[in-house]
């Protein structure tokens, strides 16, 4: 099914008798498989609303993310939370939609100086699991007037509703970037430099050590300001050596999609701990036999593994151990199947969640068994 309309979109809800499987461009094949009637958001596409004065933008669901960013950079704006193209990752064809981005809660890099997704959505439109149409927050930043459940949907995976509007915040695109890029560090020191950079004044936007030990730490804004925080950078990490422009930005697009791990066979996991724990997560593996490759990201908060089969159990065990959690982005269909692809909840939030489920999707017919 592919609504034109957030009206035929509701009724199709409203109509459906057993589980939805609710997709946009289907590039980000995460979570247990979902058995059920495909609900395609794509024909909900196009921007409503368009202030680059004001720094908003409002736009359908199922908009191709590339249109939207190619609207943004000719009025020299940009999503500040640079989100993840999941496709080398995950070997997927198609384009991404924007819906599928706040579905999913996608942030790359920038994350560490800047914040999420959730943190620049304004306002959502969505379909309940009884077809009830929804608004929550503003379309423009003046009138915003609640964001409980704009930052519920962030993040939500088609489980409490299809979406079907969005409103953002957007940012200008900086003048230029630089980065600076150090080889042959270890984990530990990779990341302990990275702390360093981030504990400095000179606002960095990207700090990441990935695989082959190479230390990347980023700097953005006008061409005087990157020039100067870079100059102190480099006094503050010796050894680092300075790239710029589109130079720059292939590396950190390179981090932001994990191409390192594009085209392997295996397992990836996606893990957030305390920063210093990254390196201690990973050598936790080793010694507990399950060999892996690491990119940190975040400073090091953003760790994430590939490894031969998901080793489910021990990652798991490691990561809470460490008070992080860990989220299986790629596996066989059999470990899908079995594996939950989020760190199992404690007891009081699993009932909170499993309340705000049941109040949003009575029926159970939303993505069901895709998040455990």
Known sequence: MQPATEADLAEAVTSATGPLRVVGGSTRDIGRPVVGTALSVAGLSGIDLYEPGALTVVVRAGTPLAELESVLAAENQRLPFEPMDHRPLLGTTGAPTIGGVVAANVSGPRRVQGGACRDFLLGVRFVDGSGTVVKNGGRVMKNVTGYDLVKLMAGSWGTLGVLTELSFKVLARPETEATLVAEGLSAKDGVAALCRALGSPFDVSG??????????????????????????????????????????????????????????????????????????????????????????????????????????????????????????????????????????????????????RQRFDPRGILNPGLMG
Do not use: N
Not at 294 to 310: E, K, R
Not at 315 to 343: I, K, N
């Open 207 to 356: 700090a990441a050590h990935v695989g082959g030990g190479r230390t990347l730490v980023r700097v953005e804004g006008l061409s005087g300001s990157v020039t100067y925080r870079a100059g102190r950078l480099a006094d503050l990490l010796p050894g680092f050596e300075t790239v710029e422009g589109e130079a720059s930005a292939t590396l950190w697009r390179d981090v932001r999609d994990v191409t390192a791990f594009a085209g392997h066979d295996g397992a990836v996991w996606r893990v957030s701990v305390k920063p210093t724990d990254g390196p201690v997560l990973s050598a936790a593996l080793e010694t507990a036999g399950v060999p892996h490759e690491a990119v940190f990201d975040w400073g090091g908060g953003l760790v994430w593994l590939s490894m031969g089969s998901a080793s489910a159990d021990t990652v798991r065990r490691e990561v809470a151990a460490l008070g992080g959690h860990a989220t299986l982005v790629r596996a066989t269909q059999a470990e899908r199947a079995e594996v939950p692809v989020f760190q199992p909840e404690p007891a009081p939030l699993a009932a909170i969640t499993a309340g705000l």
